[in-house]
C-alpha cells in the first residue's frame, strides 16, 4: 500500500519551531517531488511548500524565510522545518506528491487523496 504519514507536530508558543516529517511507505521517494499543504478550520487547504526529486523548492509567501523543506532519501523521508512560527500558522498540515521535475516543482496535488495529517497549534 502506498502511503505518505505526516507527524512532528504539536503545540508551540509563537515565535517558536517544529520540524514535520512526511515519511514514505510502500514506494521510494527518490523521484518525487512532496509537497505541503495546511488546512485551518473554517479555511481552505492551501500549499505551503514542495521540494523536487532533485532538492529544489518553492514556497507560499507567507511561509518564505521561515520555513525549510528539505528530504532524505536514505530515511525515505521529506521534512518541514518551521521557524519564527506564527498563530496563523495554526492549521493541520498534510503532505502529499505534487508535479515536479528536475530542480522545480508545484504546490499542487497529483492526487486528491489525503492522510490523516499532523496538527500544529500556535499558541500563547
Known amino acids: 500500500q502506498l502511503q505518505l504519514v505526516e507527524s512532528g507536530g504539536g503545540l508551540v508558543q509563537p515565535g517558536g519551531s517544529l520540524r514535520l516529517s512526511c515519511a514514505a511507505s510502500g514506494f521510494t521517494l527518490d523521484y518525487y517531488a512532496i509537497g505541503w499543504f495546511r488546512q485551518a478550520p473554517g479555511k481552505a487547504r492551501e500549499g505551503v511548500s514542495c521540494i523536487s526529486s532533485n532538492g529544489g523548492t518553492v514556497y507560499l509567501d507567507s511561509v518564505k524565510g521561515r520555513f525549510t523543506s528539505s528530504r532524505d532519501n536514505a530515511k525515505n523521508t521529506v521534512y518541514l522545518q518551521m521557524n519564527s512560527l506564527k498563530p496563523e500558522d495554526t492549521a493541520n498540515y498534510y503532505c502529499?506528491?505534487?508535479?515536479?521535475?528536475?530542480?522545480?516543482?508545484?504546490?499542487?496535488?497529483?492526487?486528491?487523496?489525503w492522510g490523516q495529517g499532523t496538527q500544529v497549534t500556535v499558541s500563547a
Open positions: 502529499a506528491a505534487v508535479p515536479g521535475f528536475q530542480r522545480t516543482c508545484a504546490i499542487t496535488p497529483v492526487a486528491d487523496s
